[in-house]
């Protein structure tokens, strides 16, 4: 809606003499509309247009990193790179922590701990060094391999997540056990992690 402004302007007639009398005339100027006073300089709408010109054009893979959960999306990554037994690893390894979680049941102090998949910072360490340890299996590396899970053993013993990492020093002992060409050092070694886990449960 327009705005006005009132301007009053005097007009003089003369009468007899010295008498004389004032008019006023009462004139309405309409003022700038509210949409003309925000409306940006055409200087600042050119450099707003290029600098939206210049921004990268989302495409669909990238829009579905918006919408999709984090678990979803490492999921989708792993896929598209061919990772499959690194995204079956995954769902047994976040199946089967539900699964404990549900026979401990609500009162035990385990049951409050959040889920991997509500872990972000676990979730991608843990995807990481599954696509690591998948494709030192595809070049037969299998010191690579052997690294890989120990690397998740220690940083899951460090987080305290114990279930975790016991099963990842049984991967390294499956590791040792499956490639003799590996190095006795590392076997050596595998035996002794499996050794201390079993002697923590008592």
Not at 59 to 86: A, F
Not at 182 to 198: H, P, R, T
Request: charged letters at 30%; glycine letters at 4%; proline letters at 2%.
């Amino acid at each position: 809606m327009a705005e006005i402004s009132i301007h009053r302007k005097k007009a003089t007639n003369e009468t007899n003499g010295k008498n004389h009398s004032t008019i006023v005339h009462t004139v309405i100027l309409s003022s700038k509309t509210s949409e003309e006073k925000h409306q940006l300089p055409l200087k600042q709408l050119k450099n707003s247009a290029k600098a939206y010109e210049k921004q990268p054009s989302l495409q669909k893979i990238d829009t579905e990193k918006y919408r999709n959960s984090l678990q979803r999306q490492l999921s989708i990554d792993m896929l598209r790179q061919g990772n499959h037994q690194s995204f079956r690893e995954l769902c047994t390894v976040l199946e089967w922590q539900r699964k404990d979680r549900e026979k401990l049941g609500n009162e035990h102090p385990h049951y409050r701990r959040p889920l991997l998949d509500g872990e972000p910072d676990k979730l991608r360490f843990l995807c990481t060094h599954f696509n690591i340890i998948e494709d030192a299996e595809r070049r037969k590396q299998y010191s690579n391999m052997y690294e890989g899970y120990i690397e998740l053993a220690s940083f899951f013993f460090k987080s305290d997540d114990h279930w975790l990492s016991d099963l990842f020093y049984k991967k390294c002992l499956s590791v040792a056990q499956t490639y003799s060409q590996l190095d006795s050092q590392l076997v050596a070694e595998a035996y002794l992690n499996v050794g201390l886990l079993y002697e923590r449960k008592g």
